[in-house]
T-cell receptor, first 113, second 119 residues
């Protein structure tokens, strides 16, 4: 069966520090991968998606970036965090073909101080 | 314009009763899919149910059913026999467009409804 991992689970970082969040998927090949952010009490905002290694599409302009160095690895990064980057970050995967459902990881709660 | 609208920020229901969570959508694409996810306080997003735009019958999954009214562009979630464990945030989401090679088929989410089941 497929599983999706995210780490760390919780992170507290000072403004201006770098960020690296990692997401890995097991049990599937060639997945579509997604990064979402959820502000407190709000819905999900799609940040990035990837249909293959090295292929990244950005949905909103921001100081975050994403990379996909391996088929089942998706990384969210920032060189300098802003206070507004605080939130709950969710990684999701979807099978390239077949059903439409996206399956989410456990999330990373980021607080920027 | 909002693509997914959930007009109920919060809902309360008595245990063992049914509850309907509203969702309306906006798209001009004839091919689309509608999803409901549950998010407990732990934060994980749990897929509940899916309805395709061409599906003739309303989707059902156990105690969950989707009341799909295409002409009204609504896709309400019905939870029958509510349980205390159903207390969570519920999100409606939509995928626009049909299959195409390499398509990301990303989802657009509504703002959610916080459901509280009362004992």
């Amino acid at each position: 069966s497929q599983t999706i991992h995210q780490w760390p689970a919780t992170l507290v970082q000072p403004v201006g520090s770098p960020l690296s969040l990692e997401c890995t998927v097991e049990g599937t090949s060639n997945p579509n991968l997604y990064w979402y952010r959820q502000a407190a009490g709000r819905g999900l905002q799609l940040l990035f998606y990837s249909v293959g290694i090295g292929q990244i599409s950005s949905e909103v302009p921001q100081n975050l970036s994403a990379s996909r160095p391996q088929d089942r690895q998706f990384i969210l990064s920032s060189k300098k965090l802003l206070l507004s980057d605080s939130g709950f970050y969710l990684c999701a995967w979807r099978a390239r073909w077949g059903s439409d459902e996206q399956f989410f990881g456990p999330g990373t709660r980021l607080t920027v101080l | 314009a909002q693509k997914i609208t959930q007009t109920q920020p919060g809902m309360f229901v008595q245990e063992k009763e049914a509850v309907t969570l509203d969702c309306t959508y906006d798209t001009s694409d004839p091919s689309y899919g509608l999803f409901w996810y549950k998010q407990p306080s732990s934060g994980e997003m749990i897929f509940l149910i899916y309805q395709g735009s061409y599906d003739q019958q309303n989707a059902t999954e156990g105690r969950y059913s989707l009341n799909f009214q295409k002409a009204r562009k609504s896709a309400n979630l019905v939870i029958s026999a509510s349980q205390l464990g159903d207390s969570a945030m519920y999100f409606c989401a939509m995928r626009e467009g049909g299959y195409s090679s390499g398509s990301a088929r990303q989802l657009t989410f509504g703002s959610g409804t916080q459901l509280t089941v009362l004992p």
